[in-house]
């Protein structure tokens, strides 16, 4: 079996590659249109090849159907002082410590929510992509790999971003591995601080795209002839405006915090117990803000889950350059530049480059599976939605 080199980098657009002299070399590139929301799904769409409203995996946080990891502090809400940021930041270190969470975000920090709350959290990612069992319903690719006894090694898929080119660096290669993948999430990091056309995000993408090059050196010594692929799971946009929603309810005469709501950086779920506030909320919603309702037809055309308990009841897509800066996260002080905007959007596009020539100039996530499998000699599960891009039929789907 000829070997596989995969490079994934996380958030790198397409225009950023003329800064990248090394991976700019390389003759074959092409888009990938990303998916609507955050890198959760777009993960699972690259390691499943299936659409969300398959794999289920949409925004990191959602509504917990059974017993939330949280319910641990539901009595907390008594407590003087509960909302404040110290007790907050107790309590989530009460929860991190006593939970077992193995996801790539780990429990992130949960900074306006009410406590109250709380015990209706849960997060959809609940296992690295590459440990066994990470979406129960599909395989993913390291799945597939292990059951085909597809030797292959996974550098720098490890949740602290600053580690992993580290990682990528040391890393000796094994002729032994059929595939070999290195996992760099830089990119997403600095660009969210400096935007990926500042002189200090160019002069970064420098030095990847020189370690890179390095690498590429270094696995050509160790394996004469391979496969390379490189490629990201979106792009990034900066950003332009910051509206508080908090603000823009109260003056328009309504508590945000009276609903169980989630609030990520530019989208918006509410879970209502009853419907008697839906117009009032959408009305606000429609008139004030720039964006969407993702109704259930905008459901269906970007391919997204319909479980209520990760859309929620009422869904508001914040449409670029503008951010909300008051989510479940934090206070966003340091995002300049941002993603999970729609996939229509040139610079929301991901980039694909290949050793390999390539049939289309444009593709989509779920297309990185079966690609990945035809090159390593693997037949495509008939379940997968996406198509291998190396050559005009390139579906070799199971009977």
Not at 174 to 198: K, N, R
């Amino acid at each position: 079996m000829k070997r596989l080199l995969s490079v994934f980098i996380d958030g790198l657009k397409p225009d950023s590659i003329e800064y990248m002299p090394f991976l700019n070399s390389f003759p074959h590139k092409a888009r990938i249109e990303t998916q609507l929301g955050y890198s959760v799904t777009c993960h699972a769409n690259i390691y499943t090849g299936v659409w969300p409203d398959k794999h289920g995996l949409w925004l990191f946080w959602r509504k917990a159907s059974q017993k939330s990891p949280l319910s641990k502090v539901k009595y907390a809400k008594y407590l003087p002082f509960c909302n404040s940021l110290p007790v907050k930041l107790l309590l989530h270190k009460y929860v991190t410590v006593s939970t077992r969470y193995t996801s790539f975000f780990s429990l992130p920090r949960i900074v306006h929510l009410p406590v109250r709350y709380w015990k209706y959290l849960d997060v959809d990612e609940k296992k690295m992509p590459c440990e066994e069992g990470y979406i129960n319903k599909y395989p993913t690719l390291f799945d597939i790999l292990r059951k085909e006894n597809v030797t292959f090694d996974v550098v720098g898929m490890v949740r602290s971003q600053r580690e992993q080119s580290a990682m990528v660096e040391k890393h000796v290669f094994s002729p032994e591995a059929q595939w070999t993948y290195l996992f760099m999430g830089e990119v997403d990091h600095f660009s969210h601080i400096y935007c990926q056309d500042s002189k200090e995000a160019i002069v970064r993408l420098g030095l990847l795209d020189r370690l890179l090059e390095r690498k590429f050196s270094e696995y050509r010594k160790c394996v004469s002839d391979f496969d390379f692929v490189l490629f990201s799971d979106h792009g990034h946009i900066p950003v332009k405006t910051r509206i508080d929603i908090y603000t823009l309810m109260r003056k328009a005469g309504v508590d945000l915090n009276k609903f169980f709501h989630i609030v990520d950086t530019n989208y918006l779920r509410i879970w209502l117990e009853s419907d008697s506030d839906r117009h009032l909320l959408e009305r606000i919603l429609v008139e004030n803000l720039p964006g969407l309702l993702l109704t259930p037809e905008l459901l269906q055309q970007y391919h997204l889950p319909c479980d209520r308990d990760i859309i929620g009841d009422i869904t508001f897509y914040l449409d670029a350059p503008c951010i909300f800066p008051r989510t479940i996260w934090g206070y966003s002080r340091g995002i300049n530049s941002m993603h999970g905007y729609l996939p229509g959007y040139r610079d929301s596009d991901g980039v694909f480059i290949s050793n390999q020539p390539i049939k289309s100039d444009r593709l989509c996530l779920i297309d990185i599976l079966p690609s990945h499998l035809q090159l390593l000699g693997l037949r495509i599960p008939a379940h997968v939605q996406g198509e291998s891009i190396w050559q005009e039929n390139g579906k070799i789907h199971d009977s």
